[in-house]
């Protein structure tokens, strides 16, 4: 009769410091919606109730593990077991066995169901994300899950994991960390990383080595050759095809949302026929969908139709009261606070219909940004620069920030493409000689940097040109 199959002991793991392990289990190398399954992790070890963790093995899977060992108190070490041989019957007391599913065989499963009926050590089950679990373990292993969704999917969250992996990897050699430009923030957000974590903080490694006390660019991070400082990048004009390509993109992505609303109605309307309630709610989906379409169209026709610049002596202050004016409602609407700093009594040289519509479309796409109860700031008492400041940093600032490095190249099939207001607002800036930047500001929020057009000198400019 052959010998049982069950996972073999691999060996014990290296404790980890506390301090370490509570880096590990929180933001931003965690995503926050895994603190909750963190927190009853937890729990669950004086228990001895077997946690779930379903992450990408690339994802520091063992590390996660050792680091909720250590949160936990266990008195006992730390075992990883994997594969086909002896049984795990001699495990020291206060153990918790660390067992990847993908690694053991269906007869190592029975092993598995044995240590959750012996309750002799905590279990840490490893699981890929999506991955089917033998149906005598399902019921037994959902109690308690850790999920980290792959990195491709935490786009969102990619400038304060990589900065975050700056600071550690700097810490290690002793130095200050560099910051990361905006381009790399890019290149970094828009990868597919099939490594995921490890692969991240490989790339970062060596983007911090080539960089060493410099801002850490994308060349740095992509292994290219740096560019001389006499022979800068060229970057695309408004006329280029990578920014018709990009505005392309936009408008399918904005199109594309309220057209399924509508279709997903359209295909069950046989069946709301006889139902008031589903009927009147498919008309006003369908009438918010039809005019959400119907405004974007209006403003890239407006868009269109613009033509060169007739530069004027503009006053901002004035201006600027309008434009603020038109989306009271909506901030109101939306319960959003306004902190509003009005322009001094500065003149700038532009086309005062051209800057009006950047400014609609700059605050427009804000307000998509900002969490209803947030505040919103406008502050345009610097001359010649308006400061638009929100909550956000995570979500908005890694899009807003790619909006600034646009021409670095983008992949249509992203779902965080920008929304095309910001875009449209950029090219308008940049038209009539302003700029568009985006940084955090000193409280962690997201700030607009709007650079306006150059000043009017005393007794110049009257009139259109």
Request: proline share 10%.
């Amino acid at each position: 009769m052959s010998a049982p199959v069950e996972p073999r002991r691999r060996g014990i793991l290296p404790p980890l410091p506390p301090e370490t392990a509570g880096a590990v289990l929180t933001p931003p190398r965690l995503p926050s919606t895994a603190l909750p399954g963190v927190a009853l992790a937890r729990e669950a070890a004086s228990l001895l109730l077997p946690v779930r963790l379903e992450t990408p093995t690339a994802a520091g899977r063992t590390l996660l593990a050792r680091a909720l060992h250590a949160a936990a108190g266990r008195t006992g070490p730390l075992v990883a077991a994997e594969g086909r041989c002896r049984p795990l019957h001699d495990l020291p007391a206060g153990a918790s066995v660390l067992i990847d599913l993908a690694q053991v065989t269906v007869p190592a499963a029975a092993v598995l169901e044995a240590l959750l009926d012996d309750g002799a050590a905590w279990l840490l089950v490893g699981t890929l994300p999506g991955s089917e679990i033998p149906a005598a373990l399902a019921a037994r292993l959902d109690a308690v899950t850790v999920r980290v969704p792959p990195l491709a999917e935490r786009r969102h969250e990619m400038p304060a994991i990589a900065a975050h992996m700056v600071a550690t990897l700097s810490a290690r050699r002793g130095g200050p960390a560099p910051a990361l430009s905006p381009e790399a923030l890019a290149w970094l957000t828009m990868r597919p990383w099939p490594g995921d974590l490890q692969e991240l903080e490989m790339v970062i490694a060596r983007g911090l080595l080539r960089a060493g006390a410099e801002t850490i660019t994308a060349r740095h991070l992509s292994g290219e050759a740096e560019v001389a400082p006499s022979e800068p990048v060229p970057r695309p004009r408004d006329g280029g095809h990578a920014r018709v390509e990009y505005l392309a993109a936009e408008m399918a992505h904005e199109l594309r949302n309220p057209l399924v609303t509508i279709k997903t109605f359209a295909d069950h309307l046989p069946a709301m026929l006889d139902d008031a309630e589903l009927r009147t709610r498919f008309a006003e989906l369908a009438t918010e969908s039809i005019a959400r379409m119907d405004d974007l169209l209006e403003n890239v026709l407006a868009f269109a139709r613009q033509g060169a610049p007739r530069p004027s002596a503009v006053e901002i202050g004035p201006l600027l009261d309008a434009v603020v004016a038109e989306v009271e409602p909506e901030l109101a609407a939306r319960g959003v606070r306004l902190d509003y700093a009005g322009a001094n009594g500065a003149r700038r040289s532009a086309d005062a219909d051209q800057l009006a519509y950047a400014l609609r479309n700059l605050l427009g796409g804000v307000l998509r940004e900002v969490p209803p109860g947030d505040a919103l700031h406008v502050d345009g008492r610097t001359p010649g620069v308006l400061r638009i400041v929100f909550a956000g940093r995570d979500a908005a600032a890694a899009r807003l920030r790619e909006l600034v490095a646009a021409d670095a190249g983008f992949d249509p099939h992203d779902p965080t493409l920008l929304p095309l207001p910001f875009t449209l607002a950029r090219t308008v800036l940049e038209r009539n000689g302003g700029a568009l930047q985006v940084r955090a500001d000193g409280d962690g929020r997201t700030m607009l940097e709007v650079y306006l057009p150059d000043g009017v000198p005393a007794g110049g400019m009257n009139g259109g040109g």
